[in-house]
């Protein structure tokens, strides 16, 4: 064998060194939208500000790690990591546009107690479930040409409506769940 017929091989090889470059971007890509998702944060306490949930113990909060999060809680919930609250999260490891089905969002607890409001028919909107969730859904990724000036402002619209229509319809189970009285 002395020579190369495979296309694709010969591009590689010519290209190499580029190839290598725009791959290393993903990196870069990743640690953006990772800033996108943390951004919204602000979006939720701006809906809290303009009494889009009228409620007045329910706060916003952030979470890091491997899979980092946000969302709203009622202050008097239980605070453990296990415990419920009504959250968006991302694997902090591969997020891209699009998700990749790793943008979660819906009441999250593994406290077996919190679980039992949950039934499907509770929360149609929210109706998948695991040993983490007891009702989220996977959120959709951004539509068209979203790099482009400023086009993630729908997606940014879609997110945070998302999580207002999660606390909307989650938040009630997870005060009856957690014996907390209605507001």
Known sequence: MNG????????????????????AL?????KFVHRFYRSLK??????????RIAEDDVMSFQVGGKWPGL???REGWPTGNADPDVRLEWFRKSV??????SLNCGVRTKVEK?????????HPAFPQSNHWWPAYRNLEPPKGRYWEGDNLKEYRNYI?????TA?????????EAVGHPPS
């Not at 993903?26 to 990743?30: C, K, L, Q, W």
């Not at 919190?114 to 509770?122: G, L, N, Q, V, W």
Request: aromatic share 10%; charged share 35%.
């Open 4 to 23: 190369i017929e495979d296309e694709r091989v010969k591009f590689f090889l010519e290209h190499q060194a580029r190839i290598r470059e725009w791959a």
């Open 96 to 101: 891209l546009f699009p998700p990749h089905r």
């Open 42 to 51: 602000g979006d939720l306490d701006a809906a809290l500000t303009s009494r």
């Open 160 to 164: 945070v409506e998302t999580i207002l």
């Open 26 to 30: 993903e990196d870069e890509v990743s």
């Open 167 to 175: 606390w909307k319809d989650l938040a009630p189970l997870v005060d």
């Open 71 to 73: 969302g709203l809680r």
């Open 114 to 122: 919190y679980r039992s409001p949950f039934t499907k028919e509770a």
